[in-house]
Structure formats: structure tokens, C-alpha cells
């Protein structure tokens, strides 16, 4: 079992950023493949960005070149510095773990992300 809790949005304008952050607890997700998704009310959830546990990256083609995932293994959290943040990443945020010493398919609550002027 881990508990996911993000934490980090909030209200932003155009252009400005924000750094999201997932603590996980309960087990460690060094050996869990990280994933941070978004969704909007109404909508499917949609994957952002992923990182594996050898570090390589994943990213949505929207956030590309404007979004980093990260994770620090030590402090067993994972980060999304979101830059040049604009209306359409308006969304709730979800860290998501699977894999590694974690047996199932686990979210966080969700964290609110909203752009506008």
C-alpha cells in the first residue's frame, strides 16, 4: 500500500509557472514508475508526463518543452515544474504510482491547477 499526496497548485496567469509535488508514504516508490495526469471535469484523464524508474522521461506533445517531471527517490517524491503555464493546463492534477514494491495501481487526491488572466 502507498498514500499519494500531492500538493503545489493553485491560481496562476498566462506565462507564470508552478512546481507540483507528490510525497508518497507507506512504501517506497524508488522502483515504481511515476506518472502525473490531469483531467478536466467532463473530460477522460490524460497522461502528462511519466518517469521511469531509470529516470527516462515521457511527455504529453501539449506540454512538451514547457513541463519537466522529476523524482527524488531519497525523499521518495516526484515533481512536475510546469513553465509558461496557459489556460488549456487548467486541470486537476493526480500523481499516479505502479510498479516496484507497490502491488496495484494507486492516485493521489488531486491537486487544482488553474490558468487565467
Known amino acids: 500500500q502507498v498514500q499519494l499526496v500531492e500538493s503545489g497548485g493553485g491560481a496562476v496567469q498566462p506565462g507564470g509557472s508552478l512546481r507540483l509535488s507528490c510525497a508518497a508514504s507507506?512504501?517506497?516508490?524508488?522502483?515504481?514508475?511515476m506518472s502525473w495526469y490531469r483531467q478536466v471535469l467532463g473530460n477522460k484523464r490524460e497522461l502528462v508526463a511519466n518517469?521511469?524508474?531509470?529516470?527516462?522521461?515521457t511527455y504529453a506533445d501539449s506540454v512538451k518543452g514547457r513541463f519537466t517531471i522529476s523524482r527524488d527517490n531519497a525523499k521518495n517524491m516526484v515533481f512536475l515544474q510546469m513553465n509558461t503555464l496557459k489556460v488549456e493546463d487548467t486541470a486537476v492534477y493526480y500523481c499516479?504510482?505502479?510498479?516496484?514494491?507497490?502491488?496495484?495501481?494507486?492516485w493521489g487526491q488531486g491537486t487544482q491547477v488553474t490558468v487565467s488572466s
Open positions: 518517469i521511469n524508474t531509470d529516470g527516462s522521461t
Open positions: 507507506g512504501s517506497s516508490i524508488r522502483l515504481s514508475d
Open positions: 499516479n504510482a505502479v510498479g516496484g514494491f507497490i502491488s496495484g495501481n494507486y
